[in-house]
């Protein structure tokens, strides 16, 4: 993990899992980058927030596999779902609900799948557009850690991929092209600090 800048109190924290992903970013506002995967993100948020001060909200920019034929551009997520965590046979074991989907905007919007897996394969991807419409390996680990912290999120997401054969060819080939829309979002909807 590694954090550039410094967190205050009146200004939001961006989050991103690689530095491929931030490289056009040019506001000055302090950035986490996890690395890959959930583990990566919980543990890098958690480690950040547990100290003081607070921001005062995370952004999460990041590229997302589209699990539905068509789905492209910038998505503002309104549900993070964690799917691959074995939610109902822990339920069986426990009697508690583990992994529960989390509400992000309470006006609605697309639900984003997190897990430990690159989706790059047909079944894969028809398996997970039952439940969500995107997918990426970070999203609701940060959501958990912020609303541990009670700090808000926002989970943004560009599609890289169409999480089908070719996804691991498209996502090295569009992470950059991603990187520059990730960063115009950023400009347009982060105010600029001085
Ligand atoms: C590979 C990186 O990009 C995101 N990402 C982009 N496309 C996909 C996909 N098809 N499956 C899973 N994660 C994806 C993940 O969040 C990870 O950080």
Not at 12 to 29: I, K, S, T
Not at 90 to 117: F, K, Q, W
Request: hydrophobic share 45%.
């Amino acid at each position: 993990m590694e954090l550039v800048g410094r967190i205050t109190a009146d200004r939001p924290l961006l989050v991103l899992a690689v530095r491929e992903e931030a490289q056009f970013l040019d506001l000055d506002l302090p950035v986490l980058l996890t690395g890959m995967g959930k583990v990566n993100a919980a543990v890098a948020l958690a480690t950040v927030l547990a100290r003081r001060p607070h921001p005062s909200h995370i952004v999460n920019l990041g590229t997302a596999g589209a699990l539905r034929p068509g789905w492209t551009g910038t998505h503002v997520i309104g549900t993070v779902i964690q799917h691959d965590l074995d939610t109902d046979l822990l339920r069986t074991l426990t009697g508690e609900t583990y992994g529960a989907a989390l509400t992000l905007n309470a006006d609605g919007g697309p639900v984003l799948a997190t897990g430990d897996a690159f989706i790059a394969e047909e079944a894969a991807r028809e398996r997970l557009a039952a439940r969500a419409d995107l997918v990426d390996m970070e999203g609701y680990a940060l959501a958990a850690a912020a609303a541990r912290a009670d700090v808000p999120i926002r989970v943004v997401k560009h599609v890289s991929d169409d999480a089908g054969d070719g996804a691991a060819r498209s996502w090295r080939e569009s992470v950059s092209d991603c990187a520059r829309v990730l960063a115009d979002w950023a400009d347009r909807h982060l105010a600029r600090q001085s």
